[in-house]
């Protein structure tokens, strides 16, 4: 199993910048990538960003550009650089692991951008 956790969002204001955190661990070795969605209220999860296990990245059109996913190998940790912040980037972030046998999902961190 893998478990993660999520850290790093807050209140911004609009135009700000956040970096969250997806720490991993348990069998990180099974892990094959790592993907940021995002979940604004009374809508559905939609996906943003994904770090793959040879270091290949892709964005959402809705925030390429402004955010940048990378990871740190040693600490067994992926980021989500945020910048250019906009209020409707206001949602729950989370970070889901894609391994076999399945995919692992983490609790979650709020970020909220005011205008």
């Known amino acids: 199993q893998v478990q993660l956790v999520e850290s790093g969002g807050g209140l911004v204001q609009a135009g700000g910048s956040l970096r969250l955190s997806c720490a991993t661990s348990g069998s990180t070795f099974s892990i094959n990538a790592i993907d940021w969605y995002r979940q604004a209220p009374g809508n559905q999860r939609v996906w943003v960003a994904r770090i793959s296990i040879s270091g290949r990245t892709n964005y959402a059109d809705s925030v390429k550009g402004r955010f940048t996913i990378s990871r740190d190998n040693a600490k067994n940790t992926v980021y989500l650089q945020m910048n250019s912040l906009k209020p409707e980037d206001t949602a729950v972030y989370y970070c889901?692991?894609?391994?076999?046998?399945?995919?692992?999902w983490g609790q979650g961190t709020q970020v909220t951008v005011s205008s």
């Open positions: 889901k692991a894609e391994s076999f046998p399945g995919d692992y």
